[in-house]
């Protein structure tokens, strides 16, 4: 029923973008239905990022420091995290948990490889917040540095931008350091987790 619904609003997409793509590239001959949803379905399809997502899949201990103020030297704590792929390996799913300011901290990610953007994307939600999180980039040319960019409002006003930088060391080993600016000012390192896989 699900694939069912997924072609029927595929195709509506693809019925009012057709005429939108003649309009923007007249010189160009507009491309048939059936060769735009064979096109659909291959954009659909995963491939050599999402591969690589999947290499991460089992368990995982972690070892997290959160730099609340600077010149200050970072709290530490351990956790752990599950990685399964999700919709036939398409998406990559954690569920992680650790101390955040001495408290219980839980989170939910999921990351992409949008095929017809060909930018990377992961939303997260956790226990600190009732909003989701969304950070968008690009990868090294072997895929195994991931650069994430994101901003959110901060209380009272104003804006945090974000910067993430996710590196897949190899099967065993993966770390993810995230740094910040309040309102436009300097960059600073807010917190690196190193990721190694149970035994």
Same mark, same amino acid.
């Given at each position: 029923?699900?694939? !069912?619904?997924?072609?029927?609003? &595929?195709?509506? *997409?693809?019925?009012? /973008? !057709?005429?939108?793509?003649?309009?923007?590239?007249?010189?160009?001959?507009?491309?048939? @239905? @059936?060769?735009?949803?064979?096109? %659909?379905?291959?954009? /659909?399809?995963?491939?050599?990022?999402?591969?690589? =997502?999947?290499?991460? &899949?089992? !368990? %995982?201990?972690?070892?997290?420091?959160?730099?609340?103020?600077?010149?200050?030297?970072?709290?530490?704590?351990?956790?752990? /995290?599950?990685?399964?792929?999700?919709?036939?390996?398409? =998406?990559?799913?954690?569920?992680?948990? !650790? @101390?955040?300011?001495?408290?219980?901290?839980?989170?939910?990610?999921?990351? &992409?490889?949008?095929?017809?953007?060909?930018?990377?994307?992961?939303? %997260?939600?956790?226990?600190?917040?009732?909003?989701? =999180?969304?950070?968008?980039?690009?990868?090294? &040319?072997?895929?195994?540095?991931? $650069?994430?960019? +994101?901003?959110?409002?901060?209380? +009272?006003?104003?804006? #945090?931008?974000?910067?993430? *930088? %996710?590196?897949? *060391?190899?099967?065993?080993? @993966?770390?993810?350091? #995230?740094?910040?600016?309040?309102?436009? +000012?300097?960059? $600073?390192?807010? #917190?690196?987790? *190193?990721?190694?896989?149970?035994?």
């Amino acid at each position: 029923m699900r694939f !069912s619904v997924s072609i029927l609003v &595929a195709l509506f *997409v693809l019925s009012l /973008a !057709s005429p939108l793509m003649a309009k923007d590239k007249k010189s160009e001959k507009p491309m048939d @239905q @059936q060769a735009m949803m064979e096109l %659909w379905k291959k954009m /659909a399809m995963p491939g050599e990022p999402h591969k690589l =997502f999947a290499t991460l &899949a089992g !368990s %995982w201990t972690t070892t997290s420091k959160e730099w609340m103020e600077p010149g200050k030297p970072p709290t530490e704590s351990t956790g752990t /995290a599950e990685i399964k792929m999700l919709l036939d390996g398409r =998406f990559l799913y954690q569920e992680y948990n !650790s @101390q955040m300011m001495g408290q219980p901290f839980s989170g939910i990610g999921i990351d &992409a490889y949008d095929n017809m953007t060909k930018k990377y994307v992961t939303a %997260w939600l956790d226990s600190m917040g009732t909003g989701i =999180f969304i950070m968008e980039g690009t990868a090294s &040319a072997d895929g195994k540095t991931i $650069t994430l960019k +994101g901003s959110h409002p901060e209380p +009272g006003g104003g804006k #945090m931008t974000h910067r993430a *930088v %996710w590196k897949i *060391v190899d099967n065993n080993n @993966q770390t993810f350091d #995230m740094y910040g600016a309040h309102h436009g +000012g300097k960059e $600073t390192k807010m #917190m690196e987790i *190193v990721y190694t896989r149970k035994p």
